[in-house]
């Protein structure tokens, strides 16, 4: 099978030649000692360079060419791509180690691996102006979203380029998450018990600008586009199975039809405990896919195979632990027991339960690369 055949299985529950593989984000240094070089998609001091070069073309043209030599690399079955922005203006300008000046605001690189954005001496803006903003955006007329500057698909138009020129077969990814919860500021969590009115008309016009969003994203050749957002922990879901069956799920449903009569896959995603409305997650929302199940937050692949057949599984390799302080070993048995909780016709794409972050190390990471190999005779 190619990489295209062996993804269309794995929606369509037909048993195909082996489990796709794939990560959908390898942060550095993880992505730079894979590829051999530092890697433009992904490595922040890199990237700031070139922008410092004032090469903001020639930086969207080699994070492009790292995200394809990845997925060759790894042997991955399909790409994520993503919208790129626009050329900035100006020039960022290094202060430290960790820091970049550019104009009025700074870029820091936290310990963590986050990038913190602001602008020294300007207090960020409280969460109640942020609430008032957004009362007084749900008070105007709705108003579909202006096209996109058409360089924001810069990154992604290079990636297709190379994949055509080059003969590959890799189904193309792409996210249009806008209905989460757990990114909301707490005064706008509330309004679930003081402004429901106000909430569904939130999550309605969440629901049409996502939409939006993603038909550029199927103009631009995206084959599976995920919905969705987080909104739970390992403790459940931030909002009641209730309020997601009422204010979340109809919009994901309006969009998943919308994308299925465009002859788009569609995902939903969210780490975290799921149990109390995967449901309404999976079935009500009309979706195709679950992505980033998280198996440290209890979310069983054996089980979520039982009980959903008919939805496709991405991910389940857990990198809260095992692939952050586990053994070699350990990495080969969690690999080996996630394809075979997966497998049995189609319905699983192996994949971590979020993305290869920076606390994974890269000799962990090739453990589960090549126990994947090495179960299904790739070696």
Partial sequence: MTSRERVQAAFEHREPDRTPLWEKLIKSPVADEVLGRRCAATNFHYRME?????DWEGLMRQAAR???????????????????????????????ENTWDWGTYRQELLPSGWVRYYTPGVSPASAEQ??????????????????PDDRTFTLLREARRIISEENLDLPIFCASYSMGVATLPTTV????????????????????????????????????????????????????PADYRDFIAP?????????????????????GDLWPILHDFLRTAEVDGYEEIDFAAGMDMKRLRTEYPEKTMIGNVDIRHTLTSGTVEQVREHTIRC????????????????????NVPT??????????RDYFGLN
Avoid at 75 to 80: A, K, M, S, T, V
């Fill in 66 to 96: 790292d995200e394809v030599d990845l997925c060759q690399i790894l042997g991955f079955d399909l790409i994520r791509l993503y919208e790129c922005g626009t050329p900035p203006d100006g020039r960022p300008v290094r202060i430290d």
């Fill in 189 to 240: 969590l509330m309004w679930f018990l003081s402004e429901r009115d106000l909430l569904a008309e939130m999550y309605r016009r969440n629901a049409l600008n996502g939409l939006h969003r993603a038909r550029g994203l199927v103009a631009e050749g995206a084959d599976i586009i995920a919905l969705g957002g987080d909104l739970a922990s390992d403790h459940g879901p931030m909002c009641s």
């Fill in 339 to 358: 394809i075979e909780d997966g497998w049995g016709n189609g319905g699983h794409i192996l994949m971590s339960g979020n993305c290869i972050h920076e």
């Fill in 130 to 147: 942020r609430e008032t903003e957004l009362r007084r955006s749900l008070a105007e007329p709705y108003l579909e979203p202006a096209p």
């Fill in 50 to 54: 070139w922008l410092a070069d004032g």
């Fill in 363 to 372: 000799r962990l990471f090739m453990a589960h690369i090549e126990a994947y």
């Fill in 251 to 271: 919009g994901l449903a309006m969009q998943s039809r919308a994308l299925h009569e465009m002859g788009i896959r569609t995902t939903n995603a969210s780490d």
